[in-house]
């Protein structure tokens, strides 16, 4: 049980992931950073869609190695801008549409899931986050890639 | 022994607040997260709920007390508390507030003000049950013995 939960942070050549996590509830941004803190990321934790693409937008690229968010994991019920907002105006713009996004939900209807993964979603995961979980989070965790340049380039 | 009296203690309390429903297997998730990196993670998660859960709990007062009352401001008040409470693994107080998200969509006021009554019950006492098991906790670790860890 104990493996589910923890990671051993391998030698620090690979720099961190850094994961931007997006849920209007504050326990479970409690939890959210503490699983991704887990996990050898770093976390930073928003409110809100709007305040979500407020910090994504300041990241602008300033050169060719500046890659601020490698993983972007929110809540679908918000308000004012839900998840689902949040990923179609991520995967609208330019400079952001090549972050991965994982959307998580108390509500389990198969149709959100859908229109979340054809909107570009790269997982879907029902709230609260099971153990059972961790390892599908973690393998999306390692295959972020922190290559500079990645994102920017393939945006050309 | 006062550590082995005061860990026996903490295993019946804790064994009680699961088998009466007042706490499911994701308190379980959250114990499990405390770790000597985080080892105030369980207090400080229970202290915001509390926090968090006391504010909803004025607001929802607040939004049944005005004249009309504003059932979608009702209803999203009650979705974060089911969030809250669902996240934290305090089940009943996650059943109350289905019932009540129910008496908010068919926009029946008496149903909710029954279901504000119930939830505000059941959230102190889990409440306090959770501020008693802390309790204990910090009393074993000052002690010198250990917290045991539940299957």
């Keep these: 049980m104990a493996d589910t939960w923890r990671f051993e942070r391998e030698a620090a050549l690979e720099p961190e992931i850094h994961v931007l996590a997006v849920d209007d509830n504050l326990i479970d941004r409690m939890m959210i950073k503490k699983l991704l803190l887990n996990l050898a990321c770093r976390v930073t934790t928003v409110e809100s869609g709007q305040r979500a693409l407020e910090i994504l937008e300041t990241f602008e690229p300033v050169s060719m190695e500046e890659i601020k968010f490698n993983l972007i994991i929110t809540d679908y019920c918000m308000p004012d801008m839900t998840g689902f907002d949040l990923l179609k105006r991520i995967k609208a713009t330019c400079s952001l549409k090549d972050i991965p996004v994982i959307v998580m939900s108390s509500e389990n209807v198969p149709n959100r899931i859908n229109r979340c993964l054809e909107e570009g979603a790269e997982d879907f995961f029902l709230k609260p986050l099971q153990p059972s979980d961790m390892q599908r989070l973690r393998e999306h965790v390692r295959s972020c890639t922190n290559i500079p340049g990645h994102a920017f380039m393939s945006s050309i | ?151």
């Design chain 2, 1 to 151: 022994m006062e550590v082995l009296r005061l860990q026996q203690q903490l295993i019946e309390l804790t064994n009680s607040l699961f088998q009466e429903g007042f706490l499911d297997d994701q308190f379980t998730q959250i114990q499990m997260l405390q770790d000597e990196g985080n080892p105030d993670f369980v207090q400080e998660v229970v202290g915001l709920f509390a926090e968090d859960s006391e504010r909803i709990l004025s607001e929802l007062t607040k939004a049944l007390e005005m004249e009309p009352v504003d059932f979608k401001k009702v209803d999203a008040y009650v979705h974060q508390f089911k969030g809250s409470s669902s996240s934290i693994g305090a089940q009943r107080v996650k059943a109350v507030c289905v019932d009540f998200r129910a008496y908010a969509e068919t926009e029946n006021k008496e149903g909710c003000l029954q279901a504000l009554q119930q939830i505000k019950q059941e959230f102190f006492a889990v409440k306090s049950k959770l501020e008693a098991l802390l309790q204990l906790e910090q009393q074993i670790l000052a002690a010198g013995g250990s917290v045991p860890m539940m299957e």
